[in-house]
């Protein structure tokens, strides 16, 4: 752990709250409105895909953002998931085919196998072990509150100005992510300089056998959650509820 940290909950810890605050609320700004969106493309019959697409480069892109967390750093990790989310806003506008919908679902799902990754590991950099159930439990909570105010403001935006301005939004959310983040500090004590051989994961990096049962345990409550998040737009939309 860097030496420049001694209180459990600094600056540092409260700048990677609202960082992730922010983040949170950029990438599900938008998620009520995309089946809607999608089926302006043509694309009604591929709604189940949305998530899916967006959860598999979440998945495929961990282990490679956990070494590169451990090798180049906590904050660069956590950049190049922000990033994502400001290129995807920009691009969802332009987006005038189902199959490039699709595409960009299948990019964008790569900022939330990086930003969260990254958040962990510097949570467990500037927090002392005895406190880090209560440390990840307040990150959470972060996260949280911009899953559930992200989705309210991208509806008011649609609703009141357009699905395209929803999208803008969601960029600044995430740019301002990005740019909270430039005002911490890197705890990886030697960072090393990117290279292309750092991609490359062996087997013993891609599982971990003591993980095995809370992975099935977040597999069903994920499962569930995921089905509810993809109808539950059409479902509003049939009781009337605009937002």
Not at 56 to 64: D, I, K, Y
């Amino acid at each position: 752990m860097a030496e420049q940290v001694t209180r459990v909950y600094g600056v540092q810890f409260g700048l990677l709250c609202l960082s992730s605050f922010l983040f949170f609320s950029s990438f599900n700004m938008i998620i009520p409105e995309l089946p809607d969106y999608l089926s302006s493309l043509g694309g009604a019959e591929y709604k189940g895909l949305i998530i899916s697409l967006f959860t598999l480069t979440a998945g495929l892109s961990r282990p490679f953002s956990g070494k590169l967390a451990d090798k180049v750093g906590r904050i660069p990790v956590m950049v190049v998931g922000g990033a994502v989310c400001i290129i995807a806003g920009f691009m969802y506008p332009l987006t005038a085919t189902v199959s490039a919908f699709l595409l960009l679902r299948l990019l964008h799902g790569f900022s939330t196998g990086f930003t969260p990754t990254g958040t962990a590991a510097y949570v467990a950099d500037v927090v002392p072990v005895g406190r880090r159930g209560e440390a990840m439990g307040l990150i959470g909570l972060s996260g949280s509150l911009g899953m559930a105010a992200g989705p309210a403001v991208g509806g008011a935006i649609a609703n009141q100005f357009s699905v395209d301005a929803m999208f803008y939004v969601s960029s600044l959310a995430a740019f301002l992510s990005v740019g909270v983040l430039a005002r911490m500090h890197e705890t990886l004590d030697t960072p090393h300089r990117f290279r292309m051989g750092l991609l490359k994961i062996s087997r013993s990096e891609l599982f971990e056998p003591r993980v095995l049962a809370p992975c099935i345990v977040m597999l069903f409550s994920t499962f569930a959650y995921g089905t509810i998040l993809t109808i539950i737009p059409d479902f509003s939309e049939h009781l009337g509820i605009r937002n």
